[in-house]
């Protein structure tokens, strides 16, 4: 009766099974995978939301991209970080995986093929696959710093290929995409008549301050690009849902994307009026948060370079930005092993490397979020595993 566009083995992993029976149990754990900036210990001002109460939301008067006055909120927040670009290049959606939907729809037929990044974000093999679309690996590498390995880009394309997919700074990785990543990536498009759909939700989050000013698609006019970004990371609320798509390239193809973008959205009209109508207002009551988490995950980042740093068989892979650290460990036992058992014995959550499809064992990723002193305690629990281990990762 089901399609296969969702998988039938629906199954808990043995790590979710642990947390569930810790949970059934009441035992308190620290948990370094949380990603959810409104249950970490952020302060948000309790009336944040009142613009959701605009009384010109009691009437219904939908635009498939959004209305021009979100759009404008949303180009207004572009200038903010310096770039330049006009509500007409905006669409709103509801999230950025919705954004991600849409944009396969635009671009490709079932069976139709983008190339993404590998180790990045587990997401995309669902979103893609809920679009029948084939999401084929590109990879990373590391060398005292992330780079895309251009090669291994190169080689993926087919006829099939619709777009590049690129994170950046990337999750969990953290690396920005430097200019000349960029315009190699953009090269390679242009040769195979292929998109570009470049995931900047992080691009607030330079671990370093002040931030890298590389990493962003805009810019670039000889390619047909898709800047994604939303509310859910740039001022913390990925419950209110709201999220955007910016359109860039030559002007002929960003007119054609748009009219088919336009009939798509109509077709769902999923983003509600109230928040298009706060969109302004929140955007700029919403810098407080941003500063917090800002804050939060520099602290935690120098905090975990520094602990890692007293334990010569783990190494902290360096980091540009995002929400994530990446911890390099001796691979004693299994990856799946390891975060069983840190988290039975340890109370501690952490996710494996596998989980992002990094390409061999064993790294450790923990969220940057967690309040300070909890990050701490979690990271040295973790840490003290492998403080009597003398090899180098
Ligand atoms: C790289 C990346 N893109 C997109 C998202 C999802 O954003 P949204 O809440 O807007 O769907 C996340 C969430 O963690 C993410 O890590």
Not at 203 to 221: F, I, K, N, T, W
Not at 233 to 260: E, N
Request: aromatic fraction near 8%; hydrophobic fraction near 45%.
């Amino acid at each position: 009766m089901f399609s296969d566009r969702i998988p039938s083995d629906l199954r808990h992993n043995r790590l979710a099974e642990t947390l569930a029976d810790l949970k059934r149990a009441n035992q308190p754990i620290l948990d370094l995978t949380a990603s959810n900036p409104t249950r970490a210990g952020i302060s948000y001002a309790r009336d944040l939301l009142t613009p959701l109460a605009d009384p010109r939301g009691l009437v219904y008067a939908p635009e498939p991209l959004g209305l021009r006055e979100a759009r404008q909120a949303v180009a207004a927040d572009f200038a903010r970080r310096g770039l330049p670009v006009t509500e007409e290049q905006i669409a709103l959606t509801a999230s950025t995986s919705e954004a991600y939907s849409l944009l396969f729809k635009l671009l490709c037929a079932p069976g139709d093929e983008i190339l993404i990044p590998r180790p990045s974000y587990p997401l995309f093999d669902h979103l893609s696959r809920l679009d029948a679309v084939s999401a084929v690996p590109y990879e990373l590498e590391y060398h005292a710093k992330w780079s895309v390995d251009v090669a291994s880009l190169e080689r993926g394309f087919t006829a099939r290929t619709r777009a590049v997919l690129l994170v950046s700074p990337n999750n969990p990785t953290g690396q920005f995409i430097d200019p000349s990543e960029m315009a190699a990536i953009a090269e390679l498009c242009r040769e195979h008549d292929a998109a570009v759909i470049s995931d900047e939700v992080f691009a607030d989050y330079a671990l370093a301050s002040p931030g890298a000013p590389s990493g962003r698609l805009l810019g670039d006019v000889g390619v047909v690009g898709f800047t994604l970004g939303g509310l859910s990371k740039s001022i913390g609320l990925p419950q209110v849902k709201l999220a955007w798509i910016v359109l860039s390239g030559p002007a002929d193809s960003v007119a054609d994307a748009r009219a088919r973008l336009e009939l798509a959205s109509d077709t769902y009209l999923s983003v509600s009026t109230p928040i298009q109508l706060a969109a302004a207002e929140l955007l700029e009551r919403g810098a407080g948060v941003r500063q917090q988490i800002q804050t939060r995950v520099r602290d935690n980042y120098r905090t975990l370079h520094a602990r890692a740093g007293e334990v010569p068989s783990c190494e902290l892979l360096h980091a540009e930005g995002g929400w994530y650290g990446v911890l390099r460990v001796p691979s004693i036992v299994a990856e799946e092993d390891l975060v069983v058992t840190l988290l039975a014995e340890d109370r501690v959550l952490v996710h494996p490397g596998y989980f992002f499809d990094f390409p061999h064992e064993s790294f450790l990723i923990v969220s940057l979020l967690p309040p300070a002193e909890q990050f701490l305690d979690g990271v040295s629990r973790i840490l003290s595993r492998f403080d009597h281990v003398s090899d180098r990762p």
